[in-house]
């Protein structure tokens, strides 16, 4: 069995879209695009999900064999804790364009509401007591080449390119991963980090652009909605 949190916006091709996925147990499962709720699901939310030791994978399904996506991923991000409507939009709004001026202000840090541009201040919403708690792990997809996907959270949970296609392309931010739909896939090794999502709270993000509509598709996941684990596909499910 399984919970399904299903999106509203047909996603269309050659445009890039903001997804997010939030995970409360027992309370909901709340899908996100643009910054917006997109849809949600309240009825049959588990008090966690399975917890999988599979490693994490973006462009494909569980082993990256199936269910492959075709287009480009970037800025993926993963929180241990479900991010409010209002960081939601925080982190929308930072990726939808250039930043200009401070990046937020410290009303959760020391010191109070003071416009900052420090990092530890680039995940507060503005006013807000919303925690500022960054992501666990972050890939930006900058490398341009090689096969390395790098975690610049400072936790370690690097990523291997594989496939026979490019895998790299100009991004929404900087670089992005291009997946050919066929068999590239990231793989990243289960971890501390990423094996204590389950326990709790979790929330999901990541930039993608659809260069072609090849159903189904898997996004990014640990392990299987139909074995152990969780995935974001092109039913937004979990």
Request: include cysteine; glycine fraction near 12%; charge should be negative.
């Amino acid at each position: 069995a399984m919970a399904t949190a299903s999106g509203s916006t047909t996603l269309l091709t050659n445009k890039w879209y903001h997804v997010m996925g939030a995970y409360n147990p027992m309370t909901s499962l709340t899908v996100y695009v643009n910054g917006r709720q997109d849809g949600q699901t309240t009825s049959g939310i588990y008090s966690s999900t399975e917890n999988s030791t599979a490693n994490f994978v973006v462009g494909s399904e569980n082993t990256g064999a199936t269910n492959n996506f075709q287009g480009l991923i970037d800025e993926v991000k993963v929180y241990d804790y479900a991010l409010t409507s209002d960081e939601v939009l925080t982190e929308y709004n930072h990726g939808s364009a250039q930043v200009w001026g401070s990046l937020s202000d410290t009303s959760q840090l020391t010191g109070g509401s003071v416009a900052s541009n420090s990092a530890s201040a680039a995940y507060c919403v503005p006013g807000s007591s919303d925690p500022c708690a960054p992501p666990v792990a972050e890939w930006d997809f900058e490398e341009g080449s090689g096969t390395t996907v790098n975690d610049s959270s400072g936790n370690n949970n690097t990523g291997t390119f594989y496939g026979t296609g490019t895998h790299w392309a100009p991004g929404k931010q900087g670089g992005a991963g291009k997946f050919n739909g066929s068999n590239d896939f990231v793989t990243v090794a289960n971890s501390t980090t990423l094996q204590d999502l389950p326990n709790g709270n979790f929330s999901v993000e990541y930039w993608q652009d659809l260069l072609l509509h090849n159903h189904p598709a898997s996004y990014l996941g640990k392990g299987s909605i139909y074995d152990l684990g969780w995935e974001v596909n092109d039913d937004w499910n979990i």
